[in-house]
């Protein structure tokens, strides 16, 4: 049997206003004043709020380790619980992704982002088979399978920032095409953010939650056969994680996640325009 599952995994960008009371003259010296993008950016500006540049393009790459349960197995739409019985089944997954990240600042608290990237996943599934033979359970163990994915998302976010305080909501839908298996996955991705400015350093600390809900019906074809199973993971993992603002407008971030299934960590480097 083939690699049945990919976990997928994506960072918020931790990208806010700053309220910071700036002078007449550096509001003057200020490049991007009279800039289209955000809409009503000028009026901000001139109330002393410090905006990100609109335009922002950033790699990104993740590693995670993910646990999923399999369970309610069919095979062209026949339940096959009696071969494979829930509770017993499960996969251990660990995922390397990369890829390219695109963000626009419509509004100064409102902005769109996509992603397109490539993962490359490593499975450790267990398979819980009856033995009608002996009337035991025996585990089919499938290791070191991997496949290729193409990951493509969309997404929106809100932010807000009060002196060296911030906070922001990130929420992405997500499609991932498993190469040479037949499947493809959905998901919901929202990510929610506070976070600290460290002075005028550019360091960023940043903690919060994300929620993934995932398309809980795997469907994909094995062969001539179309088979079927239930996924299941926890929703919930926590974040911990800093950013860094360099200068001409380079930005860097390493988040780390942990949830009771799963364990990640990210790296994102960019640029705003």
Request: with cysteine; aromatic share 8%; net charge negative.
């Amino acid at each position: 049997m083939r690699n049945l599952m990919l976990c997928l995994i994506f960072m918020s960008t931790v990208c806010a206003a700053n309220e910071s009371k700036i002078s007449t003259e550096e509001q003057e010296r200020d490049e991007d004043i009279g800039r289209t993008l955000p809409f009503f950016g000028d009026r901000v500006r001139t109330k002393g709020i410090k905006l990100p540049k609109p335009i922002g393009l950033s790699l990104f790459t993740h590693q995670q380790e993910d646990l999923m349960s399999l369970s309610d197995f069919e095979i062209e739409g026949e339940s096959v619980a009696d071969l494979l019985p829930d509770g017993v089944s499960q996969t251990v997954n660990t995922t390397s992704i990369i890829a390219l990240r695109g963000d626009v600042w419509l509004l100064p608290f409102w902005g769109f982002n996509a992603m397109i990237g490539k993962a490359v996943t490593t499975s450790d599934v267990s398979i819980g088979v009856n033995d009608f033979y002996n009337g035991n359970l025996a585990k089919l163990e499938l290791n070191g399978m991997a496949t290729t994915s193409t990951i493509t998302s969309i997404g929106t976010t809100l932010a807000y920032g009060h002196k060296q305080f911030f906070t922001t909501i990130d929420a992405q839908y997500v499609s991932t095409s498993v190469s040479g298996v037949g499947v493809s996955l959905e998901a919901l991705v929202v990510t929610s953010l506070i976070g600290l400015n460290i002075g005028d350093s550019g360091w960023k600390i940043v903690v919060g939650g994300q929620y993934q809900d995932y398309q809980r019906q795997l469907k994909g074809q094995l062969g001539d056969m179309q088979f079927s199973a239930k996924q299941t993971s926890s929703r919930w993992s926590t974040m911990v994680g800093m950013q860094k603002e360099f200068s001409e407008n380079w930005e860097a971030s390493l988040m780390a996640q942990s949830g009771k299934t799963r364990e990640g960590v990210t790296f994102m480097l960019g640029k705003r325009f």
